[in-house]
């Protein structure tokens, strides 16, 4: 499913999600889709028929892409500029999990995760920031996780990418700051989506229970916290780290 032919007005918001097709992205898909003209959402396999089902009945539209492929990322934001002209919000979602401890841990479990969720990211803002330079103008918001602060056990590989992308979040705002371009890193806890139910139930309690409002985020709360750092309201914020963790990495 791709976009469509679109003429768009120079002053419509356009606004991309990558990984956007579940979860948390969708959630924010969904909540940008109340504030931007348009919404572009990417997915890397199939989109769930209830996907499909949001597209059609709202402004949000889908472009398959493995955000892991310069070539794919490149052809991407080549369809939303000539779809709308050029995405002004861009939220870095698209991120996997490929768990079990370091001992156990082969080299394409690491390479994997570090392709989509570091490299990926690279790729998406290194096209993305070109059209905010120009623009003089751009909110870019990367979804972290609380992995990021404190570790978990199992995902040696999905917490160093985590703890990466605030590094890159908080280099990046410093080159753009000047360009009136704002970034900034959203640090999810534990959220009730698939990726959090593959834990199991056992792991799930133990960690809810070292989190202090003692329940996971829905996905629709962080979405929410992740269109406020894209809005205007957040128009003095950038190069910060929010967690959206229910107090978890609570003294950190």
């Not at 709202?58 to 472009?63: E, G, V």
């Not at 139910?197 to 992740?226: C, F, H, M, T, Y």
Request: net charge negative; proline share 3%; aromatic share 4%.
């Amino acid at each position: 499913m791709n976009t469509t032919n679109k003429q768009t007005s120079s002053s419509e918001i356009t606004a991309l999600v990558t990984g956007g097709s579940r979860g948390i992205g969708l959630a924010t898909a969904i909540e940008l889709s109340g504030n931007c003209d348009n919404v572009v959402i990417t997915y890397s396999s199939e989109l769930p028929p209830s996907t499909v089902e949001i597209i059609n009945a709202t402004n949000i539209s889908a472009i398959r892409c493995d955000v892991r492929s310069s070539e794919e990322v490149d052809r991407l934001f080549d369809a939303i500029e000539d779809d709308f002209g050029y995405a002004g919000i861009v939220v870095a979602n698209a991120g996997i999990t490929r768990d079990t401890l370091l001992l156990r841990m082969n080299q394409s479990l690491w390479d994997e995760v570090l392709a989509t969720n570091l490299t990926g990211v690279y790729n998406t803002l290194k096209r993305a920031i070109q059209p905010m330079i120009k623009a003089h103008c751009g909110k870019i918001v990367l979804v972290s996780s609380v992995a990021g602060f404190i570790g978990s056990p199992g995902q040696v590989n999905y917490a160093a990418t985590k703890a990466g992308l605030m590094g890159m979040g908080r280099s990046l705002a410093r080159e753009l700051a000047s360009r009136n371009i704002n970034v900034n890193i959203v640090a999810p806890g534990i959220v009730d989506t698939e990726m959090s139910a593959a834990l199991g139930q056992k792991k799930l309690d133990e960690l809810l229970a070292n989190v202090p409002l003692r329940r996971a985020a829905s996905p629709q709360e962080i979405a929410k916290v992740i269109s406020f750092m894209t809005s205007d309201a957040a128009s003095y914020i950038t190069g910060a780290v929010i967690p959206v963790d229910g107090g978890m990495a609570m003294g950190i």
